[in-house]
């Protein structure tokens, strides 16, 4: 029997689970629902209405994703929600305990951030104290505490979470942290002396830069599978450091390092982790999963359990540049996971052209700072095109351009013909052995945002 002093809210299979455990029926549903549904909330305009649904519309779209359905209510529960299929929000308010079958957490449910929010402040009566101040004063101090006397280093990539992790693990220990950002040779085009450049000369920070590209494509080579490809560089991302570490400590004054900072947010750790449950490891992203499991360093992540809008809150108060506030994410293994298939340096290279083509055209758009990431990705797909009056036979390029607030969920960014037409045409013009360009116009779910 569940019996929980402290509200709860299940969600999806949270809501089979409870209504399993608390004795009422769940079914295996004849028909699946899967997608886009219409919510009916039965009873959000009476007085005595639900807390969950106070103050939004009765009828709502919602993203479903479950092939079960709740046929019987636990004693005590009522139903406060229908789809056209099932029942899809059920809720017993003597005992605080709401569920709902629908994800109110992906934007593609409207007001979802509504019933979170309800949950959290009506019903659970939790007061809004969360502040970025707050979470570097907290987390600083907790830092200073775990690593005494120890050294560390950072793996710094120049994006918005490794630089405001290494700032705030800087705040804690000062020069006792080193900054390592590693060329992978797997990075956009000139982003390794630019973002250098800045993290040195404008964020003042101590930073190791390291060419390590030959021997991360020597790992590569050969390798197709992309949790494959994500393993290998884990593993010499983490060897680049170790001999890193080990030159550092054979300097003169510099103690035992004992750390290792990473930019790691909540999504990569849920993604990244086989639960026990229904959601399997969509990705092994580097920053959690693609760890070698013995690692001479143990862990520091301080964003490890909030969100990117949250981490660019901290970065904004710790006085982080606009230009690395609104800078998009880019995946650790890089490139890797955009060249599909083998990775050989000359299809690095092509795609490096076409992504700066594809970035330089968003930005022009004014689009940048308004989409969650812009790319291209180079298919091994060969096809036929006509330049001139020569017939060439070359590979695809597919532009990604998706909407997100967390990449958890994402939305293909319908661009304007315009911007798509400036995008193709340069890319075949400027870009050698590319005869098509592809816009990609697929969601996630189902499709990820990165190809591999
Ligand atoms: P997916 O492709 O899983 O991507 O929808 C979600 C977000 O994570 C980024 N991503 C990665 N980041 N290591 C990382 O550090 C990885 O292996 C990795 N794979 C995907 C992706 O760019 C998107 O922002």
């Known amino acids: 029997m569940l019996a929980l002093a402290i509200p709860v809210l299940g969600i999806c299979y949270g809501m089979q689970w409870i209504t399993h455990t608390l004795g009422g029926k769940v079914e295996k549903a004849e ?3 899967y997608g886009r549904a219409q919510l009916s909330v039965d009873d959000s305009k009476e007085p005595s209405g639900s807390d969950l649904f106070t103050g939004v519309p009765a009828s709502l779209r919602v993203w479903n994703s479950h092939g079960d359905h709740v046929r019987t209510l636990p004693d005590g529960f009522r139903t406060v929600g229908r789809t056209e299929n099932a029942i899809a929000a059920v809720e017993n308010p ?18 979802g951030t509504e019933l979170l929010r309800n949950f959290l402040f009506r019903v ?63 990075l956009r085009k000139n982003e390794f002396e630019q973002t250098l450049e800045m993290l040195r000369d404008r964020l003042k920070l101590h930073v190791i830069g390291v060419d390590a590209s030959k021997r991360f494509l020597a790992q590569l080579k050969g390798v197709t ?106 995946p650790g293994p890089g490139l890797a996971v955009r060249v599909i298939g083998e990775i050989t340096r000359p299809h690095l290279v092509t795609l490096q052209e076409a992504d700066a083509i594809v970035v330089e055209e968003i930005r022009r758009a004014g689009l940048y700072a308004k989409v969650w990431q812009a790319f291209a990705v180079l298919l091994p ?26 990449a ?24 050698a052995g590319v005869t098509r360009v592809v816009y990609d116009i697929s969601s996630k779910p189902p499709s990820t945002i990165e190809w591999e």
């Open 94 to 111: 003597d005992k605080k305990i709401y569920a709902v079958e629908f994800h109110p957490e992906v934007n593609h449910t409207e007001r």
């Open 381 to 406: 797909v060969r096809s036929v095109g006509v330049m001139g009056d020569g017939r060439t036979y070359g590979l695809t390029v597919a532009v990604r351009v998706v909407e997100s607030d967390d």
């Open 408 to 431: 958890m969920t994402a939305d293909w960014v319908r661009l304007p013909g315009e911007v798509l037409e400036r995008i193709s045409t340069r890319i075949v013009n400027e870009v």
């Open 225 to 330: 599978d992309p949790e494959e490809k994500r393993k290998r560089i884990g593993r010499e991302f983490i060897a680049v450091f170790a001999e890193e570490a080990q030159k550092l400590q054979a300097g003169e004054a510099h103690g035992e390092i004992r750390y290792l900072v990473q930019g790691t947010l909540y999504p990569d750790v849920i993604e990244s982790v086989s639960v026990k449950g229904p959601s399997a490891t969509i990705k092994t992203h580097h920053n959690v999963g693609g760890l070698p499991e013995k690692m001479p360093f143990a862990l520091i992540e301080p964003l490890r359990d909030i969100f990117k809008d949250e981490v660019r809150r901290i970065g904004k108060e710790l006085g982080l540049p606009e230009e690395i506030l609104v800078k998009h994410p880019f």
């Open 31 to 33: 028909r699946r629902e």
């Open 124 to 186: 659970c009566k939790a007061e809004p104290k969360w502040s970025g101040a707050a979470f570097i004063e907290e987390t600083t101090a907790a830092i200073r505490q775990r690593v005494g006397n120890k050294w560390a280093i950072c793996g710094l990539s120049g994006g918005v979470d490794s630089t405001v992790a290494a700032v705030l693990v800087h705040r804690a220990m000062g020069a006792r942290l080193t900054n390592i950002f590693v060329n992978t040779g797997m």
